[in-house]
C-alpha cells in the first residue's frame, strides 16, 4: 500500500496562495504517495488545478455546535491510517484534530502541542507566514520549498484590455471595511495612470464592488471595469500582462504578485504586512507594500511614488 499524507489548509483566498510552495513542497518531498488536500468548497477547484493532490476533501470546517459533522470528520481521518499529516492552517481548530484524532495518532507537522514535528512558540509567530512554513517544513525533512507557484492557475474567459494597462483592486472582504482605500483616491489614481497612456482595469466582485468600481470610472472614464467577470484563472491571466498591479491587501491581489506581476499591495491597521504581505516569486518583480494605520490617511502621491520606484513614468 502506498505511502498517504494529508495537507490542511482550509481558508482564505490570500493564505491559500501562500501555501502554494509548501504544497508544492510537500508533493515533491513525497513523489509516489496518495496525497490529499483538507480544504473547504471555495478551494476545491483551485486545488484540483494544482495537480498535486490525488483528492480533496472539503468538509474541513464544521461547526463546533455540529458535533455530528466533527466526528464524521475525525472519524474519516482516523479511517484513512495517514501516514503523515502536514498542517499549514496552524491554528487552534487544526490543533484540536491533533488532540481528537488520539489514539493513535499520525505523525504531525505544524504548531499542536505533542506533534512528532511540532513547530510552535513565539517565535513562529512573529514570521512572515511562508519563512514560518519554510521551518515547519525543514522540521519534517523537507528542505527545498519555493516561492508561492500557480503556473496552473489560468482562466477561460478572453479579456483584452488596451496594453499597457495596470489592475486596480479595490475590493476586499465585506466584513472588513477598514482594509480598503477609499475608492475616489483610486479614481485619482486612474485619472494619473491614464494620463500616462495606461488603462485602468478595475477587478471586483459584487454589488458593493460594483459601486467602487463605477466611482471610479466616474473620475476617469476610460477605466475598464471587469467586476464580476473574472475568475480566479482570469485574475492569474490578466496580472501576467499587466504593467502593474495596485490593491487592498486581498486575495485577487496576491494572485496578481503570485502571477509575477510589478504591485503596489495598501494595507491598514487590520492586517500585519511583516506577517502576510504578497512576496516577489521571480527575478527582477518589483513588488511595494504601503501601510497606513487608517487607509483614509494614505495620498494618491504615496501611492504614485511607488508607482514610479516600481518603472512605471509619473505623470
Not at 491559500?16 to 504544497?23: K, S
Not at 464524521?72 to 487544526?94: E, K, N, P
Not at 504586512?273 to 518589483?286: D, I, K, M, N, Y
Amino acid at each position: 500500500m502506498s505511502e498517504r499524507v494529508l495537507v490542511i489548509k482550509l481558508s482564505a483566498l490570500g493564505d491559500f496562495i501562500q501555501a502554494t510552495g509548501p504544497m508544492k513542497a510537500i508533493r515533491a518531498a513525497h513523489p509516489n504517495a496518495r496525497l490529499t488536500l483538507l480544504t473547504t468548497p471555495p478551494f476545491e477547484a483551485m486545488a484540483r488545478a494544482t495537480g498535486w493532490f490525488d483528492e480533496i476533501w472539503t468538509d474541513g470546517r464544521p461547526s463546533w455546535s455540529n458535533l455530528a459533522g466533527v466526528a464524521r470528520l475525525i472519524g474519516r481521518m482516523r479511517r484513512a491510517r495517514f501516514d503523515r499529516v502536514y498542517d499549514l492552517q496552524t491554528q487552534g481548530r487544526t490543533v484540536r484534530y491533533f488532540q481528537l484524532l488520539w489514539p493513535p495518532r499520525p505523525p504531525w507537522s505544524g504548531n499542536a502541542p505533542g506533534a512528532a514535528f511540532e513547530y510552535s512558540g513565539p517565535d513562529r509567530d512573529r514570521l512572515h507566514v511562508q519563512d514560518s512554513q519554510r521551518e515547519q517544513l525543514r522540521r519534517a525533512g523537507i528542505a527545498v520549498v519555493p516561492p508561492p507557484d500557480i503556473a496552473w492557475l489560468t482562466g477561460q474567459a478572453e479579456h483584452r484590455p488596451s496594453e499597457p494597462f495596470a489592475l486596480l483592486i479595490p475590493g476586499g472582504a465585506p466584513h472588513r471595511p477598514a482594509k480598503r482605500w477609499p475608492a475616489d483616491r483610486y479614481g485619482a489614481l486612474a485619472k494619473a495612470l491614464a494620463g500616462q497612456g495606461i488603462t485602468p482595469v478595475v477587478l471586483g466582485h459584487g454589488p458593493d464592488e460594483q459601486a467602487l468600481a463605477d466611482t471610479i470610472r466616474g473620475i476617469e472614464p476610460s477605466s475598464v471595469l471587469l467586476v464580476g467577470q473574472t475568475s480566479f484563472g482570469d485574475i492569474a491571466d490578466l496580472a501576467r500582462r499587466a504593467a502593474l498591479t495596485i490593491g487592498n491587501d486581498t486575495g485577487p491581489a496576491h494572485i496578481a504578485i503570485a502571477a509575477g506581476s510589478p504591485g503596489v499591495v495598501l494595507f491598514s491597521a487590520e492586517s500585519n504586512p511583516a506577517l502576510s504581505a504578497p512576496r516577489p516569486v521571480r527575478e527582477g518583480q518589483a513588488v511595494e507594500i504601503l501601510r497606513e494605520t487608517d487607509l483614509a490617511d494614505m495620498s494618491v502621491e504615496a501611492v504614485l511614488e511607488s508607482v514610479e520606484r516600481l518603472g512605471v513614468r509619473r505623470v
